[in-house]
């Protein structure tokens, strides 16, 4: 494949300034006809494309999108993904897309590149790691609007679309305790991330509710760490072997906990009822298939979007703005 032909090329080979030949390309009437055929009929015969991205930046603009996400592994996110790219192609918005796989070094470069290409905007969701706010701080330094999704910085005054994981949290524990569960434990994910958190706060806030005992030794951070999972629940029965019910972050961490359970002869619903969250594919391909939380992902990345591209056409400031999403519970065979 050959490489591209510039411009300066093109006038070479001609015997033309530079800027004779940008006019012919953009039939500029100062130019002859004879001239602009000339160039017109080299340019096509070598392949030569315009530079999008430097006619962009030109006028102040990349027409380019960065968009941060933790974990590309995770359905939930692909989702996002294509309700993002859905809004910013019909405003002629390309994307610059990065996966930081959970690491917070992956999301400062990632920062950093989106600089280096002078994005007109940034949609993000941070990584399990992430506990310092720095990188986020340099894009909004320099004027870059930035909006947050799903997992978001609170105390930074812009834009964030989440779910309600509050309440989706608060109903699933409850609907465990409805269906007879007494003694509830919960697996949740990182104490660095808003979501992780409000699921946990739904989860005690159920129990209180329903005047049941907040026993910390029932909650467990795995922080990415799967093979805590396992210690954590073998020390849990062992310790409660009246446990009964299981809140879990999300579906993976659900399903991986079942297959531990099952391993330790625990029937589940009979034993011990286990909710999800997120309603991934694996919720349904396995067995039993999985009771967990709906998010509607594609919504999410459409509204994260389109407040960007609002911004972006400076129909509304940048503020400090919270927009929510409510999920709903889809009852499996996991739960009685």
């Given at each position: ?8 090329e ?14 012919a ?71 610059m ?36 706010f ?35 949290a ?88 079942v ?68 999920p ?9």
């Open positions: 494949m050959g490489k591209y032909v510039t411009m300066t093109l006038a070479k080979k001609l015997g033309l300034s530079h800027s004779t030949v940008s006019r390309l953009k039939n500029h009437p100062a130019i002859s006809l004879e001239t602009t055929e000339k160039v017109k009929n080299l340019a096509e015969q070598l392949g030569y494309q315009s530079n999008f991205s430097a006619n962009q930046l030109s006028h102040g603009k990349s027409k380019l999108i960065g968009v941060i996400v933790p974990d590309l592994t995770i359905n939930f996110y692909t989702k996002v993904i294509e309700g993002i790219q859905n809004v910013l192609e019909s405003e002629d918005y390309a994307t897309l990065f996966n930081t796989k959970e690491s917070f070094q992956r999301e400062e470069v990632s920062i950093e590149t989106c600089l280096k290409y002078r994005v007109d905007g940034v949609l993000a969701a941070i990584s399990m790691e992430t506990k310092h720095h990188h986020f701080e340099k894009l909004l330094k320099y004027e870059v609007p930035l909006v947050f999704f799903d997992r978001v910085a609170n105390f930074l005054a812009v834009p964030k679309i989440i779910t309600n994981d509050h309440q989706a608060f109903n699933a524990t409850n609907h465990l305790i409805e269906t007879g569960c007494k003694k509830i434990a919960h697996i949740t994910a990182s104490i660095n991330l808003n979501n992780s958190n409000n699921r946990l706060y739904g989860y005690l806030d159920a129990l209180k509710a329903s005047n049941l005992d907040i026993d910390e030794s029932l909650i467990h951070y795995y922080e990415s760490k799967l093979n805590s999972i396992s210690n954590f629940l073998k020390k849990t029965i062992a310790q409660h072997p009246d446990m009964d019910g299981l809140f879990v972050f999300n579906d993976y961490v659900a399903n991986y906990s297959n531990i359970l099952q391993g330790l002869g625990k029937r589940i619903p009979e034993d011990i009822a286990v909710f999800g969250f997120s309603d991934e594919p694996v919720a349904t391909h396995m067995t039993p298939q999985l009771s967990t939380v709906h998010q509607n992902g594609q919504k999410m990345g459409q509204f994260a979007s389109q407040k960007l591209c609002s911004i972006l056409k400076k129909n509304e400031p940048m503020s400090n703005e919270k927009i929510t999403i409510n709903k519970l889809i009852l499996r065979e996991s739960t009685r």
